[in-house]
């Protein structure tokens, strides 16, 4: 132990990173291998009236062009598969990719995708989660733009009672919030190299944060067994959540299969942006009762999380707030409809923090407010409130072994607070 | 169909091959000019003719009645001058603090004016300097005032087959005490354009008097200008807070912000009337003073 | 179109389209990895390289540009087999975590120590201003500098 703490200790991979021998997906180069661009067109919403890829195939260089026909099972998702590797019906958002080209170089596949013609009837989009939840707004997918759980339009958490909890306060506060939307942008982009040998077993190369969860989809969506797709994670220059999905595997798998060939997919800084998933833009509507002395006591929450064209992890990570809504906070009379709307910008997943982040924002700001109501210092209020052990969430999780309130002490020292 | 490529071991050879191929692109730096073909932007690209070997385009002179740099004068060289700190703060500010060291050693002067972009840094702190541009084909020799320079975004009076050669800035005449101040603002501290970037330059006589008074501006419109309507409350006055004051209330009225994805037009018009105070305040010596209420 | 050029002290010879990006052409064709592409858009730094000993992002030189000059990058910073101070005190300062901006900015700080070994904590920030990195929040890398220059 004495040579550990209290020591630089270098990351086992740090030497090869100064000296430029990492190897990341990128930087793998194999015979004959191919290289993938995609075609789209110019708007976030539209129904596919018909693709054309004639032109496009007979780009010398070109050795495979595919659409939806060519993916076996076109729907993926964790919770709900409703977003398809290559679209048939509705582009949802823009810069969804439509066909997807492998040619011998770069400059040969953006020749091709020019050449590939998709009529399309250019459909309303909608952006805003609220003005998608009206009724009569455009919609994103057939049968509504509000995600379920269970049959229910919104995930519904109770604890206590609310009502009796606000006539028990002394004050009651409540606000609006909204966060942006935010990008992780790594500084690698996605990338994967996928190969097929003879009898059709597929390795993927991969800067994957979930690895057997790539497997898991890419097998589904192929239709193949598991034991017929090897992933190798790669280096990752860069994931905080935003690669923990397939992006470009599933793509680079189905043309390798088709081609025969080791095939490349490395999105530009521009399809990164566009395409891959950002952090969800949250509405939070919060309304807080709580006693002169800065006890909380009741708390109703109306959560509308943007989920954008597709469920994704979605659903997932409104369950995950609602156990961590009110942060490390007591509170016992809690109301909660959280609600997944879908909208016509790109897909929302994890990032650092997977949908907690938001609602921090939100809580710590009703936090100095009450602060400032009672007039009390705003790290006592945070004191007061603290979880502790046997606590319950509104969940329902009882806790144990709660460390908040030591750390949160040792901030208070090392900090140096109550002498500023 | 495949690019041609030009590579001119001096101007007057520079100027030949754009003779005969007068819609080949000229490429400096290439700061400009390579983003845009790496996102596929540009689609007839015919030929470049890059003027990277041209040693006369490449230097900084002082002359009795003005100073000389040429086109191909990178940001990074014009950033370690101390002349042009000394005697052109302004385009010494733009350079230093444009970009990023990598694209300072990389983009020129001459490819920031004639890239004209509404917010380039070299053309707002041009115009404040009153600087002249000096446009040169096989056939004739121009001096065109900064201040004419641009037609609209990325569009300027350069003619086919000529080549901006350099600028001249002006000195100031004996007894002519000129202040400058360079304000800039952008999303981050390094690597990006500027949200609005305003530079002044005032020239005083002995008494105090203003005898001129240039004010060049980024983003509030297709391409970066001058405010004139506003250097006429100054000229012949007694530089005062309350001329500045009158300045800031009526900026609103003389420009049309850009909206764009580094800020919204909004935003623009909040922002420059803080930028535009200080920066009358510093180049007229006032801001030393202490600031009326 | 051909082009010779000297990388890392040997000189090279490759055959190129006049729009081919210098990144490119030392990735695809001559093998230099370590050169990474971020951006394309002279953004990020990660591919950043010495030209002629001055910092350039080499996604925006053209190679045919870059005929007679001369490139390093960080595998020419290794003098047989002794790695650069600054490769070593970015490993050892945690100066790097995913390692993808690493290459760009041991150039960047060497272009810096090339010209003011002795820099400020600010000389040293602006420095690297145009190295973007995700991951360290960029103070281990300024200790890292200081480790040297101190
Ligand atoms: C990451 C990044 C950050 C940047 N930050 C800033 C910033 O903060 N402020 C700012 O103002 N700009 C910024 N720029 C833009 C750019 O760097 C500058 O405009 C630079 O001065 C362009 O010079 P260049 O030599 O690279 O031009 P090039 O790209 O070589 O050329 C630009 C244009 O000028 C033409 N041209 C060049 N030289 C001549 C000549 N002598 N005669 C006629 N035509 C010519 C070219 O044909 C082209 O149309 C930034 C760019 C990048 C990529
Ligand atoms: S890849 Fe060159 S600066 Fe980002
Ligand atoms: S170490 Fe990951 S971007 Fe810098």
Same mark, same amino acid.
């Given at each position: ?7 630089r ?12 021998q ?15 661009k ?6 976030? @919403? ?28 076109n729907?993926?998702?964790?919770f ?8 048939d ?9 439509v066909?997807?080209? %492998? ?13 590939v ?5 250019e459909l309303t989009?909608v952006?805003?989660?609220e ?9 994103? @997918? ?6 379920k ?22 004050y ?7 966060? %942006?939307?935010?990008e ?9 190299? %996928? ?5 059709? @077993?597929?390795t ?16 589904g ?89 597709y ?63 009672t ?5 006592e ?16 999780q009882?806790?144990?072994a ?19 | ?29 290439g ?9 596929? =932007? ?47 703060y ?29 917010a ?68 981050l ?24 008074c ?22 012949d ?26 800020a ?22 006032l801001?030393?003073? =202490?600031?009326?209420? | ?15 190129v ?67 650069d ?21 041991v ?7 090339n ?16 190295n ?19």
């Amino acid at each position: 132990m004495g040579k550990v703490i209290g020591h630089r200790i270098p990351l086992y991979d740090s030497y090869r990173h100064t000296t430029g021998q990492t190897r990341y997906v990128d930087d793998i180069y194999l015979p004959g291998m191919l290289y993938v661009k995609t075609a789209k067109i110019p708007v976030p @919403h539209a129904r596919i009236l018909n693709i054309d890829t004639t032109a496009a195939e007979r780009v010398a260089g070109v050795a495979g062009v595919i659409t939806h026909k060519d993916v076996p099972n076109n729907y993926w998702g964790a919770f709900v598969q409703d977003q398809p590797v290559l679209p048939d019906k509705f582009v949802r958002f823009l810069g969804q990719p439509v066909v997807a080209v %492998a040619a011998v170089d770069e400059d040969t596949a953006y020749e091709a995708v020019d050449k590939v013609k998709i009529d399309y009837e250019e459909l309303t989009p909608v952006f805003d989660p609220e003005e998608a939840m009206h009724p009569g707004a455009p919609e994103v @997918h057939e049968g509504g733009n509000i995600a379920k759980f269970g049959g229910y339009d919104a995930m519904m958490v109770r604890l206590g009672d609310v009502e009796k909890g606000f006539a028990e306060s002394d004050y009651i506060i409540e606000h609006k919030f909204r966060t %942006a939307m935010n990008e992780h942008a790594f500084l690698e982009p996605h990338c994967s190299v %996928a190969e097929a040998d003879a009898s059709g @077993h597929i390795t993927i190369y991969t800067a994957s944060q979930t690895t057997s969860w790539h497997q898991f989809l890419i097998c589904g969506v192929l239709g193949v067994p598991i034991n017929t797709v090897r992933i190798v994670s790669s280096p990752t220059g860069g994931g905080f959540g935003g690669k923990s999905n397939p992006a470009t595997e599933f793509v680079c798998a189905i043309l390798a299969r088709k081609t025969g060939k080791p095939v490349k997919w490395r999105w530009t800084r521009e399809e990164e942006f566009l395409i891959s998933t950002v952090r969800s833009a949250d509405i939070m509507w919060m309304k807080t009762g709580f006693k002169k002395d800065g006890t909380l006591v009741a708390r109703k929450i109306r959560y509308i999380q943007d989920t954008g064209a597709y469920n994704d992890f979605g659903t997932y990570g409104m369950m995950k707030l609602t156990s961590q809504i009110n942060g490390p906070y007591r509170i016992p009379n809690v109301w909660f409809d959280g609600y997944v709307v879908y909208t016509n910008k790109q897909v929302t997943g994890p990032m650092r923090g997977y949908s907690i982040t938001q609602s921090v924002s939100a809580n710590e700001t009703q936090m100095e407010i009450i602060a400032e109501i009672t007039g009390l210092d705003p790290i006592e209020v945070r004191m007061k409130n603290l979880l502790q052990d046997g606590d319950i969430l509104p969940t329902q999780q009882v806790l144990e072994a709660v460390g908040v309130r030591e750390t949160l002490e040792a901030v208070i020292k090392a900090s140096g607070w109550y002498n500023k | 169909m495949s690019v041609q490529y030009y590579s001119p071991g001096s101007f007057t050879e520079a100027l030949q091959v754009l003779e005969r191929n007068s819609n080949y692109t000229l490429l400096a730096g290439g700061t400009d000019v390579v983003p845009r073909l790496n996102l596929r =932007q540009v689609k007839d690209l015919q030929g470049l003719i890059y003027l990277g070997n041209i040693v006369e385009m490449k230097k900084i002179v002082e002359h009795n009645e003005h100073i000389f740099i040429g086109a191909l004068v990178t940001h990074a060289r014009i950033a370690a001058s101390e002349l042009l700190k000394q005697k052109a703060y302004n385009v010494w500010y733009a350079s230093y603090h444009m970009g990023t060291p990598a694209i300072r050693n990389a983009g020129t002067i001459g490819g920031n004016l004639v890239n004209a972009s509404p917010a380039g840094d070299s053309c707002v702190a041009l115009l404040a300097a009153g600087a002249l541009a000096s446009i040169k084909s096989l056939h004739e020799n121009r001096l065109v005032p900064v201040k004419e320079f641009f037609v609209d975004k990325g569009k300027t009076v350069l003619k086919p087959g000529e080549i901006l050669y350099g600028v001249h800035l002006p000195k100031a005449a004996t007894g002519i005490k000129k202040g400058c101040s360079y304000q800039r603002i952008g999303t981050l501290k390094g690597s990006s354009t500027a949200i609005i970037n305003i530079a002044v330059e005032i020239e005083q006589d002995t008494e105090g008097m203003c005898r001129a008074c240039r004010i060049g501006a980024g983003a509030v419109a297709s391409t970066s200008v001058r405010l004139y309507s506003l250097e006429e409350i100054f000229v012949d006055k007694k530089m005062s807070w309350s001329l500045i004051e009158q300045a800031v209330n009526e900026v609103d009225a003389y420009i049309n912000p850009i909206d764009d994805t580094y800020a919204t037009a909004w935003y623009r018009r909040k922002v420059i009337k803080v930028l535009l105070k200080r920066a009358l305040a510093e180049a007229s010596g006032l801001a030393s003073e =202490q600031e009326e209420v | 179109m051909e082009v010779r050029f000297v990388l890392n002290g040997t000189e090279v010879k490759v055959d190129v389209k006049p729009t081919a990006i210098l990144t490119d052409i030392l990735r695809d064709k001559l093998g230099v990895t370590s050169v990474k592409k971020g951006c394309e858009t002279g953004d990020c730094g990660a591919c950043a390289v010495l030209l002629d000993g001055e910092l350039v992002n080499s996604c925006l030189v053209l190679a045919p540009t870059v005929a007679g000059k001369s490139v390093t990058t960080v595998e020419g910073l290794i003098v047989n087999g002794e790695i650069d101070i600054i490769q070593k005190r970015l490993a050892e300062y945690h100066g790097t975590q995913c390692g993808y901006c690493t290459p760009g900015m041991v150039m960047a700080i060497k272009a810096l120590l090339n010209k003011n070994p002795k820099p400020s904590e600010a000389e040293i920030r602006r420095a690297i201003s145009g190295n973007l990195c995700r991951c360290t929040g960029y103070q281990k890398i300024v200790e890292a500098v200081q480790s040297i220059t101190a």
